[in-house]
């Protein structure tokens, strides 16, 4: 079993920019894909960025695909998502995920473990 801790999140003017951090513990992070979701009040979990266990491959929808960054260190049981240019619409909590797949799957649902979240909320 792994534990996930996320932290970075907090409070942004727009055009601003985050990074949110991810440790693991208990079990080595290459072990897993891991994911980034977030999820706003009244809306369902979307998927933000995936990447895969060793890190060669990432994907990130179109949606925000060149604000968003997600990458990993293995030595040191963390990934990472940067976030620039943040806008209004980006509020919300932001959780990391683990799955025991080899690539990141984008639905949350094949992810076997969460962190508890934390909020990002972008100011106009």
């Known amino acids: 079993q792994v534990q996930l801790v996320e932290s970075g999140g907090g409070l942004v003017q727009a055009g601003g920019s985050l990074r949110l951090s991810c440790v693991a513990s208990g079990r080595t992070l290459s072990s897993y894909a891991m994911g980034w979701f977030r999820q706003a009040p009244g809306k369902e979990r979307e998927f933000l960025s995936g990447?895969?266990?060793?890190?060669?491959?990432?994907y990130s929808p179109a949606s925000v695909k060149g604000r968003f960054t997600i990458s990993r260190d293995n030595a040191k049981n963390t990934v990472y998502l940067q976030m620039n240019n943040l806008k209004p619409e980006d509020t919300a909590v932001y959780y990391c995920?683990?799955?025991?797949?080899?690539?990141?799957?984008?639905?949350?649902?094949?992810?076997?473990?969460w962190g508890q979240g934390t909020q990002v909320t972008v100011s106009s």
């Open positions: 990447i895969s266990r060793s890190g060669g491959s990432i």
């Open positions: 995920a683990a799955s025991d797949a080899i690539l990141a799957p984008t639905i949350s649902g094949r992810y076997n473990y």
